[in-house]
């Protein structure tokens, strides 16, 4: 009993600490799960002719797409790029305007991780 009425503060704040850490975790992977949720139901909509709604879904993606990391991305491409054509423009599907998106963004991040790298390649080398 005494261990606990010293270090009460220290406890408590530890304490907090792991509840925190516990919540951030939570919420990412619920985070996650949304957009994974959120992509899916695009992909449903769209082929079930329901176009207005998948219009307002993939305008949800596409602001959510610079929050994504590169996995994410990498998984919303592959799932899509099954679903369409990518060497024919087809403007009025979201399907394909979504994968064409992710598409884009992921060649914007490749180059910057290229030019990241190599910079890290010349700091390293002096």
Known sequence: MYFIRRYRYA?????ML????IMVVRQIGLNQSRHVELREALILLHSRGYTNQASRLFTKLVDDIPNLGNKQLMDDFQ????????SSPQT????????????NELEKRSESTLRRAL???GESSK
């Open 119 to 121: 910079k890290l390649a």
């Open 79 to 86: 799932r899509t790029v099954m679903l369409v054509d990518p």
């Open 11 to 15: 406890l408590l704040f530890i304490g």
């Open 92 to 103: 009025n599907n979201p399907v394909w305007r979504y994968h064409w998106t992710v598409s």
């Open 18 to 21: 792991v509840f925190c850490s």
